[in-house]
C-alpha cells in the first residue's frame, strides 16, 4: 500500500517496541520517515538500514532539542510522539527529579513537539500522541507519576485540537494497554495480574498499535480530533 507516499513523517521515539512498529507501518505505507532514538543507539541505526528510514538521536528529555528536531524535520504531514518512559515504586519514596525527568519526557515533550509540528504543518496534518490506558484507569500502586502523565496527554489532544481544527490539522492520543515490548514483556511476571483485568487475555502486539496509528493518520481520519483511542483488550473497561 501507498497511502503515505509523497508524505513525511516524524516518530519521537522509534528505535524499538511500540515505536519501531509505527516507524515499520509508514515506510511500509510508502512516507518518508525520520525517527528519534536517545539510548539504543545500534537498534536504531540497525531499523533505519532495514527499512530506509532516518535515525536521529534526539533525548526527549531536553526539550529545546526536541523543538529543534520538530523544526528542522518540517514540514511534516505526520507527528507521532511515541517516546515515554515509566518509573514505579512508593510515591513517599521517589527521587523528584526522576519524577520531574518522567514529566519532561512524557508530557513537556509531546506538548512542545505539537506546537513546533502545527507551525508548518499544512492542512490535513496529523498530531498523534502515545498515551495509556493508564491515564484512564490506574489499577495498581506505585505508578502515579506514569499515570499523571498520561491523563495530561488527554487534556494535551482535547485542547490542540481545538487550536489547530481551524487548519484541518487533527490532535489525537492513542492509548494502549499492556503491549510485548521490552517494557512490558507479554510473558512477565506482571502478566496474569495484567490480564486478570482485561476480556482479552493477552499483550497486545507493537503492530496492533500501529494499525490504529496508520488509520488516524490517514485520510478516512479527517474528522477525528480531539478524542482518546483505546486499544487494551478491555483491561480499562
Ligand atoms: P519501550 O521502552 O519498549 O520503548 C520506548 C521507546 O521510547 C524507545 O524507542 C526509546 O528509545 C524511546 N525513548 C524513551 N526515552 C526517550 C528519550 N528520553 N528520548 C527519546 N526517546 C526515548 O516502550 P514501549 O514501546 O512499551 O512504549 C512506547 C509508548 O507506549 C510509551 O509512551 C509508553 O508509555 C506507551 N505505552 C506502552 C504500553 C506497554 O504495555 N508497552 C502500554 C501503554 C502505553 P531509546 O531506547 O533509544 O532511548
Request: proline residues 5%.
Amino acid at each position: 500500500m501507498a497511502v503515505f507516499k509523497g508524505k513525511t513523517v516524524l516518530v519521537l521515539g522509534g528505535s524499538r517496541g511500540i515505536g519501531a512498529a509505527i516507524v515499520k507501518r509508514f515506510v511500509s505505507d510508502g512516507a518518508a520517515v525520520t525517527f528519534t532514538y536517545a539510548g539504543s543507539r545500534e537498534a536504531a541505526e540497525q531499523l533505519a538500514l532495514e527499512t530506509g528510514s532516518t535515525a536521529v538521536l534526539t533525548d526527549s528529555s531536553d526539550r529545546d532539542a526536541v523543538i529543534a528536531r520538530v523544526r528542522d524535520s518540517g514540514p511534516l504531514d505526520v507527528l507521532v510522539v511515541n517516546a515515554g518512559i515509566v518509573i514505579f515504586g512508593d510515591a513517599l519514596e521517589l527521587d523528584p527529579d526522576a519524577v520531574d525527568r518522567l514529566f519532561q519526557i512524557n508530557i513537556h515533550a509531546p506538548y512542545h513537539a505539537a506546537v513546533e509540528a502545527a507551525r508548518q504543518m499544512p492542512e490535513g496534518g496529523r498530531i498523534i500522541v502515545i498515551g495509556s490506558v493508564n491515564g484512564d484507569r490506574m489499577p495498581v500502586p506505585g505508578m502515579a507519576s506514569y499515570a499523571v502523565s498520561k491523563s495530561a496527554l488527554q487534556g494535551l489532544a482535547r485542547g490542540l485540537a481545538r487550536d489547530f481544527g481551524p487548519r484541518g490539522i487533527t490532535v489525537n492520543v492513542v492509548q494502549p494497554g499492556p503491549t510485548d515490548t521490552d517494557t512490558n514483556p507479554a510473558d512477565g511476571p506482571m502478566k496474569d495480574m495484567m490480564h486478570s483485568f482485561m476480556a482479552i487475555k493477552r499483550h497486545g502486539r507493537p503492530e496492533e498499535v500501529a494499525g490504529m496509528i496508520a488509520w488516524l493518520a490517514g485520510p478516512e481520519a479527517g474528522f477525528v480530533t480531539g478524542a482518546l483511542h483505546t486499544i487494551d483488550g478491555a483491561f480499562g473497561a
